[in-house]
């Protein structure tokens, strides 16, 4: 995490204590409008409502991993650069409301995530070369399964699918805020089977194969852009993640100092193979 990460760490921790009054001081960050900040404040309350409150801290890197339960994501915000600040103010709001994590533990998150050396580097690219040979069950699913554009895994029995989060007691199905698309939000219903999913009651055994992949070599999510490429991710946190883009037909290549499509910067790109690009964000 950089300078500007940091701040925004900060700026975070700082904030979690104004949320009760943001409508009446209007004292919000650029990202959050009153509305949006609402949708925020309810997204919050219903998380903490479903989580034990004062968890072990470091429970919070599998739960704030990419596109887990607590990676709230704007899915309605239009400026990269909003999307960026949102992931980082995210984290340190989460760590605090629910966590109440120290402000030091929630600074060095990142670095466990980042690679910054050559050794680091080679070690991933190692791995995931062994991934690139499997990497056309991963094109091939998405292909053939149209309708889903987000796979999730925490454990075998605990996922996520698009915007339906599954685990042994049950599913939570989630529906995007109204003004910010916030996933997860305040807009749930639970669920007890498949079969009671309105959206996608065959999407869990449709992904099994697929689940069984991304277990075998440790892949945090896989996510459908809307650019024709998909997004392997096999870590991270807050906008620090680490991956494969696989690119399709027209789709965008990663470069250096660009943002991808959750607003976050590549910095660290290297072609694997035609259309697969390792990258770091940070």
């Known amino acids: 995490m950089n300078l500007k990460g940091f701040l925004s760490f ?10 009760p009054i943001f409508a009446k001081a209007n004292n919000l960050p650029s990202f959050l409008s009153v509305d949006t900040d609402k949708e925020y404040i309810a997204t919050i309350d219903s998380l903490r409502s479903l989580l034990p409150k004062n968890g072990d801290p470091e429970i919070l890197m599998g739960l704030a991993s990419p596109f887990s339960v607590l990676d709230v994501q704007p899915t309605k915000f239009n400026s990269l650069t909003d ?3 949102f992931a980082n103010f995210n984290l340190g709001v989460m760590g605090q409301a629910i966590f109440k994590a ?4 929630l600074i060095d998150l990142p ?3 980042l690679c910054q050396n050559s050794i680091c580097r080679k070690n991933r690219l190692a791995h995931i070369n062994q991934f690139i040979n499997e990497q056309f069950k991963v094109s091939e699913f998405f ?24 685990t042994p007691a049950g599913i939570i199905q989630y529906q995007p805020s109204a003004i910010a698309g916030f996933v997860p939000s305040a807009n749930w219903s639970e669920h007890k089977s498949n079969e009671e999913l309105t959206s996608c009651n065959t999407c869990s055994a449709r992904s099994i194969a697929v689940r069984k992949v991304m277990a075998q070599y440790n892949i945090a999510a896989i996510v459908r852009g809307t650019n024709m490429g998909v997004n392997v991710i096999f870590g ?3 906008n620090n993640h680490w991956g494969v883009m696989v ?3 027209s789709a965008d290549k990663p470069k250096v100092g660009q943002r991808n499509t959750l607003g976050f910067e590549y910095e660290d790109v290297i072609e694997l193979a035609p259309k697969a690009y390792y990258y770091q964000t940070n």
């Open 111 to 113: 670095n466990r995530v």
């Open 143 to 166: 292909h053939q399964n149209a309708d889903i554009l987000i796979l999730q895994r925490t454990t075998d029995d605990v996922y996520r699918i698009n915007n339906a989060f599954y």
């Open 83 to 85: 999307k960026n600040k």
């Open 247 to 249: 690119i399709e037909q």
């Open 102 to 105: 120290k402000e030091q533990f």
């Open 236 to 238: 991270g946190i807050s």
């Open 10 to 19: 900060m700026k975070a921790i700082y904030l979690l204590l104004l949320l």
